[in-house]
């Protein structure tokens, strides 16, 4: 499968704890996005790479929340000290360019104890 | 405000049925509309994709309308199956930036 993979799908946390979950596009997409989704509510967007430049952020995309691609590749979303409302699924998308369609990945649902 | 509203917010048809998927956007300037297919638990996955010139684009039993002038958008699914039980999602993207404004969906369920 040449897919948008991410991992872990699931994780269960409680309040306070550090999370990070990761991204593998696919291989050939320079664009790699992240989203977050509530249940019943589309995507939200919070940041974009080109490459391994994060190029914008989303004013939801708050300073416990870091995302790094540091080689171009793969990302990782980091969230640091969990909250209640971190609960979500978080969603990774891969394009070739910003007109492309976006590739999803199936997401990784958060669950916040 | 850029938004994207959908309507209607939840439909359930009868397999074999046609049905038709309504999106309104404010998002201005435009650069195109997609409409995604998003199963239970899984990511979107993209159906069409629209610019500006396009009324109207086919991908088998599923064909979107654009009214550029309007602002209005419509998914129409032939035949319907019951794998089409899903979330549909219009996604509009802001000529000039890189983030797209997703609709809330419509949930579509199909009994047999």
């Known amino acids: 499968d040449t897919g948008v993979s991410q991992n872990p799908r699931h994780k269960i946390t409680k309040r306070g704890q550090n999370v990070t979950f990761r991204c593998d596009p696919i291989?050939?997409?320079?664009?790699l996005y992240w989203y977050r989704q509530t249940l019943g509510q589309g995507p939200e967007f919070l940041t974009y790479?080109?490459?391994?430049?994060?190029?914008?952020k989303s004013r939801l995309l708050s300073d416990r929340f870091s995302a790094e691609r540091p080689k171009g590749s793969f990302s990782t979303l980091e969230i640091q000290r969990t909250e209640q409302g971190d609960s979500a699924m978080y969603l990774c998308?891969?394009?070739?360019?910003?007109?492309?369609?976006?590739?999803f990945g199936d997401g990784t649902r958060l669950s916040i104890l | 405000k850029n938004q994207v509203e959908q309507s209607p917010q939840s439909l359930i048809i009868l397999e074999g049925k046609n049905c038709t998927l309504q999106?309104?956007?404010?998002?201005?300037?435009?650069?195109?509309l997609r409409w995604y297919k998003q199963d239970t638990g899984r990511g979107p996955v993209s159906l069409t994709i629209?610019?500006?010139?396009?009324n109207t684009k086919s991908n088998g039993r599923y064909t979107a309308t654009l009214d550029a002038d309007t602002k209005q958008s419509s998914l129409h699914i032939t035949a319907s199956q019951l794998s089409d039980s899903a979330s549909y999602i219009c996604?509009?993207?802001?000529?000039?930036?890189?983030?797209?404004?997703f609709g809330t969906g419509t949930r579509l369920t199909v009994i047999p």
């Open positions: 998308a891969s394009s070739l360019a910003g007109y492309q369609p976006q590739h």
């Open positions: 291989s050939e997409h320079n664009r």
């Open positions: 790479f080109q490459n391994e430049a994060q190029l914008e």
């Open positions: 999106c309104n956007y404010t998002v201005s300037p435009f650069s195109n």
């Open positions: 629209m610019t500006f010139s396009e």
């Open positions: 996604v509009v993207r802001y000529d000039g930036a890189n983030n797209l404004f």
